[in-house]
C-alpha cells in the first residue's frame, strides 16, 4: 500500500467534515467528530471560555477505507451553487462526498483511471 497520498481533499460525507485521500489502490476517509462544548460548560458558568466551535475530540471519528478493485461506479452530481457530490460504488459500500464543482470531476477521472 501507498504512504502518500495522490490526492487530499477537504470534504463534508455523511453530515460530517472529512478528509478524503485517494491512493492508486484504494480510497480512504477520515471524519471529524466534535463536541458542543458551549451547553456542556455553559452549567458551569464557563461559557465564556470555549468558543461556539467546539473542542475536536476522537469520539466518533474514524477512518474507512475502499479498495479501488471493488469499486464499481463513481458518479458526479450538483449538489449546490458550488459543490458536486462524488458518489462512489462498490457491492458493499457507497460513500458521497461533497467537494467542489473541481475537486469532483478530479475525484472521478481519478477513480475511474484507477479502477479494474
Known sequence: MSEQ???????HI???NATLRLYPDRVEWETEARVNTKLLVATMGMSALVGPAGIKTRKG???EMIPMRQVTSVTTRRDSMV???VTIVTA?????????RREAEQVRAYVLAHIG
Open 5 to 11: 497520498p495522490d490526492v487530499t481533499l477537504k470534504s
Open 14 to 16: 455523511a453530515g460530517k
Open 61 to 63: 471519528a474514524g477512518i
Open 83 to 85: 459543490n458536486d457530490l
Open 92 to 100: 458493499g459500500n457507497t460513500l458521497e462526498a461533497r467537494v467542489s
